[in-house]
T-cell receptor, first 113, second 117 residues
């Protein structure tokens, strides 16, 4: 069965600083990977997804992620964070057979002035 | 873009009563809808998968008689929490996929905060 690990439960960065959120996956074949963001009390918004092709994926709100097969990773990055980026971030992988998403445990991002 | 409307956003009910949560795809037809439960500061746990016109498929450990799911049309799925108890208090989120197979264009509703008193 597929799984997703997000090693960092909580990250704090200063506004304007760069950000990297880690995600490691376990899947038998080439994975389809997603990053979602959730604001408090809200649903999930898709930031970006990787299906195939270029391993560097651009998303919304200035985020990007890089798929590294050799490291089974799909880390999310942003060069300069804004206070509005404070939220919970989830990495996910889809099971092709039943289209179910498996989520990581999430990383809570706090932005300090 | 694809929009999923979930209603109500918050509901408080008395223990022993039933609550219905609606999930509507507003601008696309959703062959498949998913229902998740999220505890505070935790990840999303898939409860069940519903396909239009057929019975829902429940994840292991989810009581199908307590969490009734109906996907009567391509734009509407409902989750009914029957005989609710305080331990059912949680954040419930639905998601919809616009077409079957290969798209993986999941759109999520804004969630429903259920409090059972």
């Amino acid at each position: 069965a597929q799984s997703v690990t997000q090693p960092d439960i909580h990250i704090t960065v200063s506004e304007g600083a760069s950000l990297e959120l880690r995600c490691n996956y376990s899947y038998g074949a080439t994975p389809y990977l997603f990053w979602y963001v959730q604001s408090p009390g809200q649903g999930l918004q898709l930031l970006l997804k990787y299906f195939s092709g270029d391993t560097l994926v651009q998303g919304i709100k200035g985020f990007e992620a890089e798929f590294k097969r050799s490291q089974s990773s799909f880390n999310l990055r942003k060069p300069s964070v804004h206070w509005s980026d404070a939220a919970e971030y989830f990495c996910a992988v889809v099971d092709f057979g039943n289209e179910k998403l498996t989520f990581g445990t999430g990383t809570r991002l706090t932005i300090i002035p | 873009g694809a929009v999923v409307s979930q209603h109500p956003s918050r509901v408080i009910c008395k223990s022993g009563t039933s609550v219905k949560i609606e999930c509507r795809s507003l601008d696309f037809q959703a062959t498949t809808m998913f229902w998740y439960r999220q505890f505070p500061k935790q990840s999303l746990m898939l409860m069940a998968t519903s396909n239009e016109g057929s019975k829902a498929t429940y994840e292991q450990g989810v009581e199908k008689d307590k969490f009734l799911i109906n996907h009567a049309s391509l734009t509407l799925s409902t989750l009914t929490v029957t005989s609710a108890h305080p331990e059912d208090s949680s954040f419930y989120i639905c998601s919809a996929s616009p077409q079957q197979g290969g798209n993986y264009g999941y759109t999520f509703g804004s969630g429903t905060r259920l409090t059972v008193v």
